[in-house]
């Protein structure tokens, strides 16, 4: 039986003090003994929180009291162990930067693509006249994504705008965007509206959602996920892995983050490179002085950097 939940939840809806809000909802939350992630703007909330079935049923339950914030569709995963190490609540002027010069340009509140539930996207995704658009950058669509969808060369939401034109051609398609957990697609598909595509429908609450309401059928390899999980499974219907391991080319489903803390780069590596490697992408992050301890996990809580770098590898090559 799990003790632990992590949610996965965004929002858009007015904020009107939102530095303020930010400053008491870390309170709340840390008087919950939650951990976990969650950006404030203007514009809404974005946030991943985790701590026990408890302490999440009171975090949903008070979040939703709030008419602010009661539409908001939490998801909810059952996990051994809480998912962060830490609580932050950021306040910031956008809950997913959009790399748009004038954010403003796009309102999600007043225009976005048609929500499309699991099992509606699901019924679409095949049809002839229909494109289906990952909007998630390089280290996601590598690990995992829908079968025969268009994905973006990007390292980062932020150059999404960039790339509108390069999608031009599937004006005449009625284009489904697909996410995470559905906060991307919100401007993503915002976008593509204003930018003069006809018909744009994005897949509600994102791949999370498909998995657990549509059995995640034709999402193929994992979904890569912000918490100490790294990725999770998502189809239980007709699985297949197609990520492969960057060392070696071996099919693996495994990501980690370098262990060397000035790379971090997301990649995938097999267990037995991992091993060999300790966690690291390349021979020159592996002799790097302050290499992390691989544990297996290839996941590694943020610690505040060192001012000096040189002195501090000049003390460890001591
Ligand atoms: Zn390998
Ligand atoms: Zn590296």
Redesign the pocket.
């Known amino acids: 039986m799990a003790i632990y939940n992590t949610l996965l939840y965004y929002c858009y809806s007015t904020i009107e003090d939102a530095e303020q809000f930010a400053a008491d909802h870390l309170k709340f939350c840390k008087s919950l003994g939650l951990t976990g992630r969650i950006i404030v703007a203007h514009e809404g909330l974005n946030g991943t929180v985790s701590g026990t079935v408890e302490a999440c049923k009171t975090y949903m339950d008070t979040v939703h009291a709030d008419a602010r914030f009661a539409g908001i569709d939490f998801k909810v995963d059952e996990v051994p162990e809480p998912s962060f190490v830490k609580m932050h609540v950021r306040h910031k002027a956008e809950i997913v930067y959009s790399g748009l010069r004038d954010p403003e340009m796009i309102d999600p509140k007043q225009k976005t693509g048609k929500h499309l539930e699991p099992k509606e996207f699901m019924a679409m995704k095949d049809r002839d006249d229909v494109v289906v658009l990952d909007v998630r950058s390089n280290y996601e669509h590598s690990l995992g994504k829908f079968k025969n969808a268009v994905t973006l060369d990007i390292e980062n939401f932020r150059d999404f705008p960039a790339m509108i034109n390069e999608l031009a051609k599937y004006k005449d398609k009625k284009i489904l965007t697909y996410c995470t957990g559905g906060i991307k697609c919100e401007k993503a598909s915002a976008l593509l509206l204003h930018e003069g595509f006809p018909e744009v429908y994005q897949l509600h609450g994102g791949i999370i959602k498909y998995g657990k309401e549509a059995g995640g059928e034709d999402f193929e390899g994992k979904c890569y996920v912000f918490d100490n999980r790294l990725s999770v499974d998502v189809n239980s219907v007709n699985p297949v892995v197609i990520s492969t391991c960057r060392n070696c080319g071996k099919t693996t489903p495994k990501m980690i983050n ?1 262990a ?1 803390p000035e ?1 971090n ?1 997301h990649f995938t590596q097999c267990d037995e490179c991992g091993t060999k490697m300790e966690g ?3 021979d020159a ?1 592996q002799s790097h002085p302050r290499k992390r301890v691989y544990d297996g996990t290839g996941y590694y809580v943020k610690v505040p950097q060192p001012v000096n770098i040189n002195k501090r590898e000049k003390i460890q090559l001591a």
């Open positions: 370098c060397n790379c780069e690291c992408c390349s992050c």
